[in-house]
């Protein structure tokens, strides 16, 4: 079991990844300097850029692989980027069509699909090189959206608000099998499609003619065959296991992804508590106590995504294709790409910014006067203000004017806080405090089976569903959860601890956190006998010198994301609302707001940290008068 955690590089370089892993989800921005200059695009920062949260900045390895499937199979001013199923590509493609003048030649067969145009190329995986697999079974591995370099900026925002994207596992993975010719168009392409002196140049392998040996028609998209949303698909049989084995020597045992998502989806059950290794977790009883305390729930509610924010994008379309094309309502201050995607896709969103009564009563207001909605999405509590909504008077407008309630458990989870009975969905980032280790990208949703949705809901999941959760980053959720529940106690005494020290100085201006918000009382009502009130917290200065002060001496690390097992901190709203900070303040979240997601280190190391960084803030108080 882990107990304490060592801060990994806390003076580290600028743009090293947090933590110094090829597929790490945060980067060293160790200054405040760094962090607006990361923002306002400056080369001394965007240079040393190692690695950086992954859907906003591409990891390196997909950037490779992208710009090789380019000049494969691109035009001279093309790009590519990268989708794990062509549905997700499509969705792309789709989003592109609305937002530029460009046209989708997607529908034309693919060698007639004109350069220039919006267009996909599916990549499928053969079994063994020299024979292609005609089985009939192959599944898209890799699903490249082309479009004019021009339009990046437009699919970059895709790729941001969606979480759509290939994970950098899938990344490696592939871009290995299309370099030794294992990852091979679905249908005939290249030489019928692209001039060679079109093509742009590159190294030999990239060259040469793809195979026009393939499989039959698309069978469709590997999406469930029943209401079991954890129904094997291609990627996880016995002879791909094989053929990883085989050609690209993998340490760890593919075969063993459904058995990891199995684990993972108990443990958000909250039926699997215990730190045991996966072949006892597979074994345990999965009917058994859950600590979700809801009549009829099971595992089989429960589906993965590849990060949290692709599950608010998946559930948000779902309900679109459920209940009809309704605006939403976003409640309280927002997670900022939850805000765009309701306001990006379907017709539009009610934004109330503070979350408050009267934020409700204009609510209620509205629906009396005949206005419909098709889902409020409220984050419990929020970020990065910790305000917990009102979740019983939500649920009780929900039900008097029938609209849905999905609620994003990130920040409280389901350890601290039970919600899934008020809630018709509730969603998280499993990348968070779930993995903790910042290795692993995840995400997931529950149904809530007593939801008067729950029915129509899973309905539509049978037909839109598709587990693109890669198999090897499965295995690392499952690993790093283990011992969830255990860390989740000293999270959570930890952040207290860090709140009692910034509260008795004169310096701090504001603590925001559930215990000392006005709030609550609306968090308490759900929260566990034996829960807390969670790992994040954000504080305020009475003056921006201090506040940089504060941050630049702080001895943690410091980059974006949260729920890490090491504390981690942020200048969050210069990073998450630099171009509208005025916006932002609007709803009472300052500019020099700082966050600070607290980990499993020492407690006293950590109250001293905060200590002597407050103490270098008393000292420039000093040197001002």
């Not at 976003?330 to 934020?359: M, N, Q, R, V």
């Amino acid at each position: 079991m882990k107990i304490t955690q060592t801060a990994p590089s806390i003076h580290g370089e600028l743009g090293q990844a947090i933590p110094d892993t090829p597929h790490a989800v945060s980067v060293s921005l160790p200054s405040w300097k760094a962090n607006v200059g990361y923002e306002e695009g400056e080369e001394w920062v965007l240079s040393k850029m190692e690695n950086g949260y992954p859907r906003f900045f591409i990891h390196t390895g997909i950037q490779a692989f992208a710009e090789a499937v380019a000049r494969k199979y691109g035009g001279t001013d093309e790009q590519a980027m990268l989708f794990p199923s062509t549905a997700a590509a499509t969705r792309c493609l789709d989003f592109l069509s609305r937002n530029t003048a460009h046209k989708s030649a997607a529908t034309q067969p693919l060698a007639a699909q004109p350069i220039g145009y919006l267009r996909i190329v599916d990549l499928i995986l053969q079994d063994k090189a020299s024979r292609p697999n005609t089985t009939g079974t192959s599944r898209t591995i890799i699903s490249a959206v082309f479009y004019p370099r021009s339009e990046a900026k437009h699919a970059k925002t895709f790729w941001q608000h969606s979480g759509e994207g290939v994970s950098s596992r899938r990344a490696e993975f592939c871009f290995k099998a299309f370099e030794e010719g294992y990852l091979i168009p679905r249908n005939p392409i290249l030489s019928e499609t692209i001039p060679l002196d079109r093509m742009r140049k590159g190294p030999r392998r990239y060259q040469r003619k793809a195979s026009l040996g393939q499989t039959d028609e698309p069978t469709a998209m590997s999406r469930t065959e029943d209401s079991n949303p954890t129904g094997s698909i291609s990627l996880d049989r016995q002879d791909y296991a094989q053929f990883v084995e085989e050609r690209f020597g993998r340490n760890l045992n593919i075969s063993l992804a459904v058995n990891a998502k199995l684990a993972v989806r108990r443990r958000i059950a909250g039926s699997l508590t215990a730190d045991v290794d996966l072949s006892e977790a597979v074994i345990m009883p999965g009917e058994g106590a859950t600590i979700r305390k809801v009549q009829g729930f099971s595992e089989d509610d429960i589906y993965l995504y590849p990060c949290g924010m692709n599950s608010i994008f998946n559930i948000h379309r779902i309900m679109l294709k459920t209940r009809g094309p309704l605006k939403s309502i976003s409640f309280g201050f927002p997670y900022i790409d939850t805000l765009k995607i309701l306001e990006k896709w379907g017709p539009g969103c009610l934004f109330y910014g503070h979350g408050s009564s009267a934020d409700l009563d204009d609510l209620e207001h509205r629906c009396k006067r005949g206005e419909k909605f098709l889902a409020l999405f409220c984050e419990f509590p929020g970020n990065p203000l910790l305000k917990s909504p009102d979740l019983r008077r939500i649920r009780k407008l929900a039900d008097q004017y029938d609209f849905a309630v999905v609620v994003d458990e990130t920040i409280g989870n389901f350890m601290n806080v039970h919600i899934l009975p008020v809630a018709d969905v509730v969603v998280s980032s499993l990348t968070k405090v779930f993995s903790g280790d910042s290795n692993v990208m995840g995400g997931s949703s529950i149904l809530n089976p007593r939801s008067r949705y729950y029915h129509q809901l899973r309905r539509t999941m049978t037909d839109e569903y598709e587990d693109n959760y890669w198999p090897e980053d499965a295995i690392y959720l499952e690993r790093n959860s283990r011992d969830f529940v255990s860390r989740i106690d000293r999270i959570n005494k930890n952040a207290e601890a860090i709140c009692q020290v910034l509260k008795a100085s004169p310096y701090v201006k504001k603590i925001y956190y559930p215990k000392y918000s006005p709030t609550r009382p609306f968090y308490d009502e759900f929260r566990h006998p034996t829960g807390g009130y969670g790992g994040l917290l954000s504080v305020t200065f009475h003056t921006t010198a201090e506040a940089v002060t504060f941050f630049d001496v702080l001895e943690v690390a410091k980059g974006p994301s949260l729920g890490t097992n090491f504390t981690l901190c942020s200048p969050y709203v210069i990073l998450a609302h630099y171009n509208e900070l005025d916006w932002a303040a609007q709803f009472g979240v300052e500019a020099d707001l700082i966050r600070i997601s607290v980990g499993l280190e020492d407690t006293e190391d950590l109250r001293g940290k905060c200590r002597r960084a407050l103490a270098t803030v008393a000292q420039l108080e000093k040197v001002v008068l």
